[in-house]
């Protein structure tokens, strides 16, 4: 038995499904059963509960040869680095009390530095946590920015005709498909080929800039002539506010993009072979659904 956390997420999702496709059992995680119903379909073990709630998770946990597990955003709390410490800590409680030995966890890029680097600092702090653990073989996910956090420009784009962020607008950074994170993280479940802590660093295909990626996808949109604007942080801060955001996630995330501005989110290798992933921006984007992703 494969545990997965965020069974209904982007890459919780595509991780219990390419493992169903390869003939493993699957306990599926998630906050919502209905949302889980389509994996129960799949033919996945489907458990609804708090990824909060250490009780609930030791239950899901215990069993299984290997989980997955992530720090689910809440955008809407009043205190994202105490929601994500209650979090990152029933993770571990679980971990501790279930038994599993092998753990495949989503980080990002940048949660190697323990400040200055806004949303990722909670990240920091959940790999310290886990390198903590006895006993315990840990792989460390590091993936870059995910290209799915394009779809969330989709009501600007569709009200005011642009794509807007705070990162400047040609510095090209590493961008990915939440598939190919998808794809290690499956692979990791299924062969559990490493042992103590490992950090896997993953960059996509290559370093795109926001000027560039918007241009690709205004094309697949039908709008060719979509252009990016930088807003200025506290311009980008209320911005996100107003879109019902909360005053501490707004502010880690304008935090977040001025260490990308300023080169301090890097991999520790540079770009190789090893932590270059085959998705094209162009490729998915051409995979949206135009329902879905044409505003």
Request: proline share 5%; glycine share 8%.
């Amino acid at each position: 038995m494969l545990t997965v956390m965020g069974a209904t997420g982007n890459t919780g999702k595509k991780v219990v499904e390419l493992l169903l496709a390869a003939g493993q059992q699957v306990r599926a995680l998630g906050r919502s059963e209905p949302r889980l119903g389509a994996l129960a379909a799949q033919g996945a073990e489907v458990l609804a509960g708090d990824p909060g709630d250490a009780a609930f998770l030791t239950r899901a946990f215990r069993g299984a040869s290997a989980v997955y597990v992530m720090l689910p955003a809440d955008r809407e709390s009043p205190d994202y680095h105490e929601a994500q410490r209650a979090k990152g800590e029933a993770i571990i409680q679980a971990l501790r009390e279930s038994g599993v030995r092998h753990v495949v966890a989503l980080s990002s890029l940048g949660a190697d530095q323990p400040e200055g680097t806004g949303l990722l600092v909670t990240l920091h702090a959940q790999e310290e946590r886990l390198k903590a653990l006895e006993n315990t073989n840990i792989l460390l996910l590091r993936p870059a920015s995910f290209f799915e956090n394009f779809l969330d420009a989709l009501p600007i784009i569709q009200h005011q005709g642009i794509n807007a962020d705070a990162v400047e607008p040609d510095h090209a950074i590493p961008m990915i498909a939440s598939r190919d994170i998808a794809e290690v993280a499956a692979r990791a479940l299924v062969q559990r080929d490493w042992s103590g802590i490992v950090v896997r660093e993953l960059l996509g295909q290559r370093d795109l800039s926001y000027r560039e990626a918007t241009r690709i996808f205004g094309a697949r949109l039908g709008r060719p002539e979509l252009d990016y604007v930088q807003l200025p942080p506290e311009e980008m801060r209320q911005a996100m506010v107003q879109a019902g955001m909360s005053e501490t996630f707004a502010g880690l995330y304008v935090q977040m993009t001025q260490a990308f501005n300023e080169d301090r989110v890097q991999p520790r290798a540079g770009r190789t072979a090893d932590n270059t992933t085959p998705t094209r921006f162009e490729d998915f984007v051409a995979g949206l659904a135009l329902d879905s992703a044409n505003p």
